[in-house]
Nanobody
Framework: QVQLVESGGGLVQAGGSLRLSCVAS????????MGWFRQAPGKQRELVAF???????NYADSVKGRFTISRDNAKNMVYLQMNSLKLEDTAVYYC???????????WGKGTLVTVSS
């Protein structure tokens, strides 16, 4: 059974923090790099961070120094700690493999993050 379930989103003031969580089925997670994507209103989905199975990480310039991705291989979970949130971080956030394709691969429902002024 393929599964990607994101949680932890919400409404937060600019400068605040949120921690997102994602539980994935083993068929997606095990041995794979995992990433967090986001899709803002009217924009394409973009990859903001990913972590390989060994723990190395990579971040988009827009979130570098503010977001931290981590994973728990024993629980098939990926996390995204988001600090110093900005208005432009408002989006629906999704987890998936970094190479996941639109309309081809499975995607979860995402979790909405809204940053207010």
């Amino acid at each position: 059974q393929v599964q990607l379930v994101e949680s932890g989103g919400g409404l937060v003031q600019a400068g605040g923090s949120l921690r997102l969580s994602c539980v994935a089925s083993g068929s997606i997670f095990r041995g794979s790099a995992m990433g967090w994507f986001r899709q803002a209103p009217g924009k394409q989905r973009e990859l903001v961070a990913f972590i390989v199975n060994g723990g190395s990480t990579n971040y988009a310039d827009s979130v570098k120094g503010r977001f931290t991705i981590s994973r728990d291989n024993a629980k098939n979970m990926v996390y995204l700690q988001m600090n110093s949130l900005k208005l432009e971080d408002t989006a629906v956030y999704y987890c998936n493999r970094p190479g996941a394709r639109e309309r081809v691969d499975y995607w979860g429902k995402g979790t909405l993050v809204t940053v207010s002024s």
